[in-house]
């Protein structure tokens, strides 16, 4: 299974033999690419380019979301931020605080100058992370910002300005600290009735 973030990289690795491909759209959190891409389009272009089953994602938090991907031609849903909002989520109890009281508009993009390009919570490190870019700082200033180091020390102890946390668009939509289970099933609940509610239209 190889993660793409466009059609000619999906192509590509249908042609080195991958079975499945995962595509998520420019609102997902972590590695978003260089296209920019919106899930939207990027989904069905996806779909309609391969011959593999395509899992799709990018800004799922609910059960709206959730439908909309397998609408758009997708066979599975890829979720990521808004596992972090849950009980088994091994990352400190602040973060998770965080990420419920943040807005679809508290998310950044960083590292794109060294085309390595992230969605992150927009937090102290993530715009240090900016500042450094912006001045033309050197690769390891960079990396000592955005070192996986101080996302785990972050992690542990709950300061949520002392690492990068990559985070997707979706936050703006988590409102509460469920079981993996708990979420899943009001997912699909909450996707089945809106499945019922346009059929009733």
């Known amino acids: 299974m190889h993660k793409c973030v466009g059609v000619r990289y999906a192509l590509k690795v249908q042609e080195l ?7 998520v759209g420019y609102e997902n959190g972590g590695a978003t690419g260089r296209l920019d891409t919106g899930t939207l389009v990027l989904i069905p272009a996806v779909v309609d380019a ?4 395509v ?7 609910g059960g709206r979301g959730f ?41 950044m ?21 900016i500042e450094l870019e912006n001045n033309g700082t050197q690769l390891s200033e960079i990396f000592n910002v955005a070192g996986g180091d101080k996302a785990i020390k972050m992690f542990e ?6 690492g990068i946390i990559s985070c997707g668009q979706g936050v703006g939509l988590i409102h509460d600290i469920l079981t993996v289970k708990e979420l899943f099933d009001k997912i699909i609940i909450q996707a089945k009735n809106v499945l019922s509610s346009i059929a009733k239209n």
């Not at 391969?50 to 089953?53: A, E, F, T």
């Not at 931020?81 to 965080?98: C, D, G, S, W």
Request: hydrophobic share 45%; net charge positive; charged share 15%.
């Open 55 to 61: 899992i799709g994602g990018g800004g799922v938090s």
């Open 157 to 162: 102890k709950g300061n949520l300005q002392e």
């Open 50 to 53: 391969v011959n593999l089953p």
């Open 109 to 129: 993009l960083i590292m794109r100058s060294i085309e390595s390009t992230h969605r992150v919570l927009a937090n102290f490190a993530a715009k240090k992370c």
């Open 17 to 23: 033999g991958a079975d499945i491909v995962t595509v």
């Open 67 to 107: 439908l909309s991907i397998l609408a758009l031609g997708a066979e599975g849903v890829i979720i990521g931020t808004r596992l972090l909002v849950t009980k088994e989520a091994p990352i400190h109890h602040n973060i998770k605080l965080a990420l419920i009281n943040a807005t679809e508009l508290d998310t």
